[in-house]
């Protein structure tokens, strides 16, 4: 029996329910919006909200309440994701921390680095929230987000996707939004349908045609 314990369990553990909704929260906070299910979406927008209302104080206190319930990461902005894939592990771990081993907060390039070599650095997520995303809520009495429900449902248990976003956020952020890659299961279900509608043949057929045009090998060439 469930007296008196609300909320959704999302059928997870508290552990796993606290790092779910600060990985959405601030994935939320550094793209501008966020796929995922109705019942998550539902579940993470108030927090989302509790942040936002916090963070309008700018306070070291608030600050310190932020850091306390979302935790911290380093974020790269959409027009350096690329760039940043490309780097060697040695070169990312300056990009992501000083040399005193501080993570970077306000993402400017420190005086004692090569700009030439390394032209960005990460930004902290609360960094962001403080003084990108908060102001932008100055003059609003809550009501920071919003669901948007897609005509879609994910593959394997075919739940229905929801869109939360922050208001205001229609437009593509300052940064860039990250370039999303589709996975496997989504490509071969894309396939599949393509298939289906007859759009373009199956991968044997593909295969069976690569064969056929392949030029035949002479009598007395040795294979």
Not at 7 to 19: E, W
Not at 79 to 90: H, I, P, T
């Amino acid at each position: 029996m469930r007296h008196r314990k609300s909320g959704r369990h999302l059928t997870r553990t508290s552990a796993h329910r606290t790092a779910m909704r600060r990985n959405l929260a601030q994935s939320l906070f550094q793209h501008g919006e966020v796929t995922t299910t109705i019942p998550k979406a539902k579940d993470v927008r108030p927090f989302v909200e509790r942040l936002i209302t916090i963070a309008r104080d700018g306070s070291l206190r608030s600050r310190q309440r932020v850091i306390a319930m979302l935790s911290d990461r380093a974020m790269i902005d959409g027009d350096n994701q690329e760039a940043y894939e490309a780097m060697s592990d040695a070169t990312r771990a300056r990009v992501l921390r000083a040399r005193s081993g501080r993570r970077m907060r306000t993402g400017e390039v420190p005086a004692s680095y090569n700009k030439k070599k390394v032209t960005f650095v990460a930004k902290s997520i609360v960094h962001h929230l403080f003084t990108d995303v908060a102001p932008r809520f100055a003059d609003r009495a809550g009501g920071y987000t919003r669901i948007v429900r897609l005509g879609k449902h994910r593959i394997g248990d075919n739940s229905q996707l929801a869109l939360l976003q922050l208001v205001g956020s229609e437009e593509q952020p300052a940064g860039g939004l990250r370039r999303a890659t589709a996975g496997r299961r989504r490509k071969r279900a894309e396939t599949r349908r393509a298939f289906a509608e007859g759009k373009e043949p199956s991968r044997r057929a593909k295969a069976r045609s690569t064969e056929s045009a392949a030029p035949p090998a002479e009598s007395g060439e040795v294979t």
